[in-house]
């Protein structure tokens, strides 16, 4: 239901934008997200936003670089990704939540894309 997409091999600084598809069910509620999960850590919280209010949430590293954004007409998420560094190299999740908040928890997260593998290099 979720498909991520967008990821590849960038040089530091570089940029770079994912993509979020959802199909199969529209969600008019809660929160869609993006996790990254580096090899050997667990899954982490980057960004989420609500699907109707818009209200955004960036975890603090990639605060001033990042950027999440929907497009409710095409059921999709954005994560837009500048000054990219080595350390945000990572698999990056799309997940969808009921939730409006607990969107830095990927327990309250139910819909889970593939996952798209991004590498910064230096």
């Known amino acids: 239901q979720l498909q991520a997409s967008g990821g590849g091999l960038v040089q530091a600084g570089g940029s770079l934008r994912l993509s979020c598809a959802v199909s199969?069910?529209?969600?008019?509620?809660?929160?869609m997200g993006w996790f990254r999960q580096a090899p050997g850590k667990e899954r982490d919280f980057v960004a989420a936003i609500n699907w109707s209010g818009g209200g955004t949430y960036y975890t603090d590293s990639v605060k001033g670089r990042f950027t999440i954004s929907r497009d409710n007409a095409k059921n999709a998420v954005y994560l837009q990704m500048n000054s990219l560094k080595p350390e945000d190299t990572a698999i990056y999740y799309c997940a969808a939540s009921s939730y409006y908040n607990h969107y830095d928890d990927p327990r309250f997260y139910r819909y889970w894309g593939q996952g798209t593998q991004l590498t910064v290099s230096s």
């Open positions: 199969g069910r529209t969600f008019s509620s809660g929160s």
